[in-house]
């Protein structure tokens, strides 16, 4: 069975300081793992997705995710934070049909 | 391309009335999602289809919810009746699936419901 973990409910930074907010994943197999940003009263946009290949993938707003197989993580990194980062923040594992997202991370980047 | 179309943007009903959400997911697109979203239960999957049929209906609450998508450009969402713990934002996304695949969604702005 598929399962993904965010284990924050928050994170808080400073602009201009690096974030990170944590994924860890549970899959049987090659594992599809995504980031999404939601804003305020928005849909779920999508950032980055790991498939294969190097572990560390960009996407977009310069954010980017470190895969570790060991650690079954799959971390969302940016190497400094906006105010406009602020958002709810989901990991998602996808594998068949089914992607089974994470319950969310909500971030603030204070000025 | 327009993106993931919902509508209506927002819904207010009262308690027993009939419900109908519709969603135009972005063409060439083979897979679609239905996603309820709460503060107390976050974003749970209620149904999705893969080309116009459906695969997975066992996040459907109750049998009060149902889905079809009669075609590849249009899904409805139906409470019936509705009553007040439904009130969300019922969100639809679409992908393209390939064999073996597992691509990203892209959701549609999500229709706001509040049932009185």
């Known amino acids: 069975a598929q399962s993904v973990a965010q284990p924050e409910d928050q994170v808080n930074v400073a602009e201009g300081n690096p974030l990170t907010v944590k994924c860890t994943y549970s899959v049987s197999g090659n594992p599809y793992l995504f980031w999404y940003v939601q804003y305020p009263n928005r849909g779920l946009q999508f950032l980055l997705k790991?498939?294969?290949?190097?572990?560390l993938v960009k996407g977009s707003y310069g954010f980017e995710a470190e895969f570790n197989k060991s650690q079954t993580s799959f971390h969302l990194k940016k190497p400094s934070a906006l105010v406009s980062d602020s958002a709810l923040y989901f990991c998602a594992v996808g594998g068949g049909f089914k992607t089974i997202f994470g319950a969310g991370t909500r971030l603030f980047v204070k000025a | 391309d327009a993106g993931v179309i919902q509508s209506p943007r927002h819904e207010v009903t009262e308690m027993g009335q009939e419900v109908t959400l519709r969603c135009k997911p972005i063409?060439?697109?083979?897979?679609l999602f239905w996603y309820r979203q709460t503060m107390m239960r976050g974003l749970e999957l209620l149904i999705y289809f893969n080309n116009n049929v459906p695969i997975d209906d066992s996040g459907m609450p109750e049998d009060r919810f149902s889905a079809k998508m009669p075609n590849a450009s249009f899904s409805t969402l139906k409470i019936q009746p509705s009553e007040p713990r439904d009130s969300a934002v019922y969100f639809c996304?679409?992908?393209?699936?390939?064999?073996?695949?597992?691509?990203?969604?892209?959701f549609g702005p999500g229709t706001r419901l509040t049932v009185l």
């Open positions: 063409s060439g697109h083979n897979s």
């Open positions: 996304a679409s992908s393209f699936k390939g064999l073996g695949e597992n691509n990203e969604q892209f």
């Open positions: 790991y498939i294969t290949g190097d572990n």
